[in-house]
């Protein structure tokens, strides 16, 4: 996976800068198949623009309640499965390839150009083809989903 990340900023005029210009070299695989790489995170809220913290090195395991995460996902066909649900709201938008998205059983199709909005429901994601599905992902912190006193908390 080579993500090129571009990143700006001011110099000490106010003038704005490229800060950061490179292939992403942070990336992980949670499991076999897949591969990821944070490409920028914040953990307050509002945001603070001018912090000179390089935010794809922040550790974004377990998001607390001001954090935002940009990430791009890559899954291979056959990617390993993993049914987990996050305390986030995700904006999700399928780059290259298609995949099929599985909700408590329920499976919708993603192709290119699709987007989806991932409000705390467990899910996994499938990808049966013969292609990579890429997918950037925006994750920002959301309190559990709460169903009559029953808290969907993170899970996997």
């Known amino acids: 996976m080579k993500i090129r990340r571009v990143v700006t900023g001011h110099d000490q005029n106010g003038k704005a800068i490229v800060k ?3 292939i992403c070299s942070n990336i992980i695989s949670r499991r076999p198949l897949h591969q990821s790489c944070v490409i920028w995170s914040t953990g307050q809220f509002p945001v603070d623009n001018t912090d000179p ?3 794809n090195s922040r550790d974004v395991s377990v998001l607390k ?3 935002t995460v940009f990430r791009i996902v890559q899954y291979d066909p ?3 499965p993993r049914n987990h649900r996050t305390e986030t ?6 780059m290259s390839g298609s995949i099929d998205m599985d909700l408590d059983g329920s499976t919708v199709h993603l192709k290119q150009g699709d987007v989806v ?5 467990i899910h996994n994601w499938i990808n049966s083809g013969t292609e990579p ?3 950037a992902f925006i994750l920002i912190a959301a309190n559990p989903i709460d169903i009559a006193d029953n808290f969907l908390t993170a899970h996997g």
Do not use: F, L, M, W
């Open 117 to 121: 909005v991932q409000r705390g429901t």
């Open 133 to 135: 599905c890429i997918i």
């Open 65 to 67: 309640k001001d954090d």
């Open 20 to 22: 950061h210009d490179e």
């Open 53 to 55: 913290s390089n935010g």
């Open 78 to 80: 056959g990617v390993a």
């Open 89 to 94: 709201i995700d904006y999700a938008i399928v």
